[in-house]
């Protein structure tokens, strides 16, 4: 019996390694040409994988990306997990989960790539996932949570719906991060400098804090 347990998760590690392998290569490939863009052969080599191993774990290239989708709301809200936000007072927790908002935004641009190119989709992929209401979920409960520690305090306003808030502080995020290159056009100036990524992020702290302290 220990022999066959032993034969068996090296198996096990292999096929985690290779799947997860293929998730990033996905993740990689879609961020970059798209759904109708992306080709399993090029997924395959990128992933250092036989094609065949693809349809194994994901059946097929509309599952992956499913599958790539999901790992990257998944990626954001273990990060968000880690941030212990209840544990903060009211108005600093509010701005660490915008400045990390921020900072994740800009360090995966493929997450940004990936909902963009879903959007094009209009979510049909994510309407169909079991799981991303699930990854939401604790976000949002975690934020009404702080909200209404802020209220009890006499800090925050009340009546402010966590959802809301949240698509506001994601919002302000995305769309600059995602439209730089077209604002630095349009209003000629630069917009991914150091100085003006720290401006645009302490605006953004500014905004959301004024609206929600009480007086503000």
């Known amino acids: ?31 970059e040409t ?4 992306t080709r399993l052969e090029h997924v395959a080599e990128r992933a250092g994988v036989d094609k065949k191993l693809i349809y194994y774990y994901f059946e097929s290239k509309e599952k992956l990306f499913l599958a790539a989708l999901e790992e990257v ?11 212990n936000l ?8 509010i701005r660490r989960l915008i400045e990390f908002t921020w900072e994740y935004h800009r360090a995966h641009p493929e997450f940004l ?11 049909r992929h994510l309407a169909q996932s079991q799981r991303i209401l699930e990854l939401h979920s604790p976000l949002i409960a975690t934020l009404a949570q702080v909200l209404e520690r802020g209220r009890e305090d006499g800090v925050f306003r ?10 506001t502080i994601a919002g302000l995020s995305y769309y600059y991060q995602s439209n730089r290159y077209t604002l630095s056009v349009i209003f000629g100036r630069a917009t991914d400098t150091p100085k003006a990524m720290q401006e645009r992020l302490s605006h953004t702290c500014e905004v959301v804090l004024g609206y929600l302290l009480r007086g503000g």
Do not use: C, W
Request: charged share 20%; aromatic share 4%; hydrophobic share 45%.
């Open 1 to 31: 019996m220990p022999a066959a347990k032993t034969a068996t998760e090296p198996r096990t590690r292999d096929a985690e390694r290779s799947r997860q392998a293929i998730l990033d290569a996905a993740s990689a490939a879609f961020a």
């Open 34 to 37: 798209g759904l109708g863009g």
């Open 73 to 83: 709301y998944a990626g954001i809200r273990r990060a968000e997990a880690q941030l």
């Open 86 to 93: 209840t544990a903060l007072d009211p108005v600093t927790a």
């Open 113 to 123: 790539a990936l909902i963009n190119s879903e959007n094009l989709h209009r979510a």
């Open 158 to 167: 009340g009546g402010v719906d966590p959802h809301q808030l949240y698509i």
